[in-house]
């Protein structure tokens, strides 16, 4: 199995910032390109940044220069970070990790595929 799991959501105010991390581990491996979704309340799921193995970032528009994201691919870690800084109230919703790779099958095969967590909520106050 494979687990996704994200933290450091919670509440904050009007122009502070948050740390959110996502570790990926379990049946998994070479995973390529991981990245932060948001999905705000009524709205549908959007994409925030992606990351590659190598580094190589792309945010949505709205977010350059306030948001970064940033992996650890050390020791076979698979974590990745989003930074969050001069938060607005419509930056509230739940926040994903994903990450693409390749997945060990309960038949013991193996399947590029992408893989989410449960979500973690950001809720700014104005």
């Known amino acids: 199995q494979v687990q996704v799991a994200e933290s450091g959501g919670g509440l904050v105010q009007a122009g502070g910032s948050l740390r959110l991390s996502c570790v990926v581990s379990?049946?998994?491996?070479?995973?390529?390109?991981m990245a932060w979704y948001r999905q705000a309340p009524g709205k549908q799921r959007e994409l925030v940044a992606t990351?590659?193995?190598?580094?190589?970032?792309?945010?949505a528009d709205s977010l350059k220069g306030r948001f970064t994201i940033s992996r650890d691919n050390a020791n076979a870690k698979n974590m990745m970070d989003l930074q969050m800084n001069s938060l607005k109230p419509e930056d509230t919703g739940v926040y994903y990790c994903?990450?693409?790779?390749?997945?060990?099958?309960?038949?013991?095969?193996?399947?590029?595929?992408?893989?989410w967590g449960q979500g973690t909520l950001v809720t700014v106050s104005s």
């Open positions: 994903s990450a693409w790779g390749t997945v060990i099958t309960d038949s013991g095969g193996q399947k590029f595929r992408e893989v």
């Open positions: 379990g049946s998994i491996f070479s995973i390529n390109s």
């Open positions: 990351i590659t193995s190598g580094g190589q970032t792309i945010y």
